[in-house]
């Protein structure tokens, strides 16, 4: 069974993608790839969960469009005709800001590896994701790939090899999903133009997360749960500044920091999409969780191995 790993962003995102780092987690949950090895006709991929069926094939994909061209970007990197039944499990929300395509993605690689018997380095397996991940996002920084191929919890920055981090107690989170649909590239987009409109004013904002990156590192090496969650609400207030909140989200924050949570930010690209809540356990968890669902949220309890 072919993996990748689930993710969420603990600090740094939107900086990372202009050269600045960013902390990261892997989540417990991922995309899990078992395949079939024929010769002839098309590779297919069906998304169990999803109820998702594409192929390699120049019958274009009605509903899932780039999901196909993904597919044909991955199967281009082998020059062999063997071609795979692909059969994913994806246990993350999709569409969240959990890293699933990246997690989809570096499974399908590994299986196609795996029916090759070909063995790489996580580090390969990152790199040849990327072109995936670019049929979604345009410009990636990469990290989503790196965190599905590597997983555990690291900072990672554009073009060089994850650091990886080794917390001093496990970490519990709880993500919720506004249910507001944002869309990563135009995010991303808008956080370019502001920087060029007004490079000293936005690199600051990235100076002031690349610091909030390394003070979160120590924390967490530390165990210091409190200094963390006050972490989390510095780097919400800098996404915030770069319009990346919504009401719904600064909604979701206050019930969870109501419910005790030790800090909440968004997490991804923002303008909608998913909030992260750091807990102190699995009881803690459970009453932040309950919250949130109060609300009406999809709600995913993370919890990270240290
Ligand atoms: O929405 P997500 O979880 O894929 O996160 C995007 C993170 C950004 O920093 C906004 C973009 C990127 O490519 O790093």
């Known amino acids: 069974m072919a993996q990748g790993h689930g993710k969420v962003i603990l600090f740094g995102e939107h900086g990372v993608v202009h050269g600045r780092p960013a902390l990261a987690l892997a989540v417990q949950d991922g995309?899990?790839?078992r395949f079939e090895a024929r010769y002839g006709g098309p590779t297919t991929l069906h998304i169990l969960p999803w109820d998702v069926r594409i192929d390699t094939s120049d019958v274009p994909s009605q509903d899932a469009a780039?999901?196909?061209?993904a597919l044909k970007v991955a199967r281009a990197?082998?020059?062999d005709d063997l071609e795979l039944d692909l059969h994913a499990q994806m246990n993350l929300p999709g569409g969240a800001g959990m890293g699933s395509s990246a997690a989809l993605g570096v499974a399908v690689l590994r299986a196609m590896d795996e029916a090759r018997g070909v063995q790489r380095e996580d580090a390969e397996i990152c790199e040849r994701s990327l072109a995936w991940e670019r049929v979604f996002h345009g410009n990636p920084s990469g990290v989503d790939n790196a965190m599905a191929a590597h997983g555990g919890v690291a900072i990672f920055r554009k073009g060089e090899p994850i650091?990886?981090?080794?917390p001093r107690n496990p970490v519990y989170l709880v993500?919720?999903?506004s249910g507001e649909s944002s869309s990563t590239k135009e995010m991303v987009a808008s956080v370019a133009r502001q920087y060029e409109r007004d490079p000293e004013r936005v690199g600051?904002?990235?100076d002031g997360m690349a610091s909030i990156v390394s003070n979160g590192r120590l924390a967490l090496e530390q165990g210091n749960?409190?200094?963390l969650g006050q972490l989390m609400q510095l780097n919400h207030g800098l996404l915030s500044s770069l319009m990346l909140s919504t009401p719904t989200l600064e909604d979701m924050i206050r019930?969870?920091?109501e419910a005790g949570a030790l800090g909440a930010k968004v997490t991804g690209a923002g303008g909608g999409g998913c909030m992260i809540a750091l807990v102190e356990g699995k009881e803690h968890q459970a009453q932040v969780a309950a919250a949130l669902r109060g609300l009406d949220k999809a709600v995913y309890e993370v919890e990270t191995k240290a």
């Open 31 to 33: 995309a899990e790839v």
């Open 66 to 69: 780039p999901l196909q061209s």
């Open 77 to 79: 990197l082998y020059d």
């Open 163 to 166: 650091q990886r981090i080794v």
């Open 175 to 177: 993500a919720a999903n």
């Open 204 to 206: 600051k904002v990235f």
């Open 225 to 227: 749960l409190r200094h």
């Open 255 to 257: 019930r969870a920091t």
